[in-house]
């Protein structure tokens, strides 16, 4: 059974630090990695999909690699923000998306 | 397009009452997907649908949770008889299964009192 695990679980840290935010799968079999946030009491937002041919993708201050023989991905937040508050899931798309437990991430002033 | 449009946001029904989601996938996408997301389990996947097929009802945790997808524009997930530990949000997503990802509805928040 695939699963997907994120660390750290939770995460507090001063505005303007950069993050990472880490996943690892059971299985390598990756076909696409995608990362979502989402809001308190809100729903998913994605935030960067990278595909089986690639190997990273980036959004302004986001940035996602796939290492697929390793079966992890991470997650760069440069220069976090109070806004960038949230919870951070990965999902494993193979035929169906398995998603991670979550990072937990609070940026204060 | 609007995106993926559920509803009702909001359910609040009695243990033992029916209860019916809905779901409108984003035209065009092939896919179809039930969660449900809780405290303790996280995001849980409950059925999903390609071409108005159910393929993988795995998850659907017992004869209680049924879902169907009449055409390719609606989708329903239904619950008979409801308890409370059903309380949680459900959520529907779609894909178009060429790996431009999933797009996500913004839930409905179910309560069974």
């Known amino acids: 059974k695939q699963e997907v695990t994120q660390i750290p679980a939770a995460l507090s840290v001063p505005e303007g630090e950069n993050l990472v935010l880490n996943c690892s799968f059971t299985?390598?079999?990756?076909?696409?990695l995608q990362w979502f946030r989402q809001d308190p009491g809100k729903g998913l937002t994605s935030l960067l999909l990278?595909?089986?041919?690639?190997r990273e993708q980036t959004s302004g201050r986001l940035n996602a690699s796939l290492d697929k023989s390793s079966g992890r991905s991470t997650l760069y937040i440069a220069a976090s923000q109070p806004g960038d508050s949230a919870t951070y899931l990965c999902?494993?798309?193979?035929?169906?998306?398995?998603f991670g437990t979550g990072t937990r991430l609070q940026v204060f002033p | 397009d609007a995106g993926v449009i559920q509803s009702p946001r909001h359910e609040v029904t009695e243990m033992g009452q029916e209860v019916t989601l809905r779901c409108k996938p984003i035209?065009?996408?092939?896919?179809l997907f039930w969660y449900r997301q809780t405290m303790m389990r996280g995001l849980e996947l409950l059925i999903y649908?390609?071409?108005?097929?159910?393929?993988?009802d795995s998850g659907m945790p017992e004869d209680r949770f049924s879902a169907k997808m009449p055409n390719a524009s609606f989708s329903t997930l239904k619950i008979q008889p409801s308890e409370p530990r059903d309380s949680a949000v459900y959520f529907c997503?779609?894909?178009?299964?060429?790996?431009?990802?999933?797009?996500f509805g913004s839930g409905t928040r179910l309560t069974v009192v």
């Open positions: 997503a779609s894909s178009d299964g060429q790996g431009d990802g999933y797009t």
């Open positions: 299985d390598s079999a990756i076909y696409n």
């Open positions: 990278i595909q089986s041919s690639q």
């Open positions: 999902a494993n798309n193979t035929d169906k998306l398995i």
């Open positions: 035209s065009g996408h092939d896919y």
């Open positions: 649908f390609n071409n108005n097929v159910p393929i993988d």
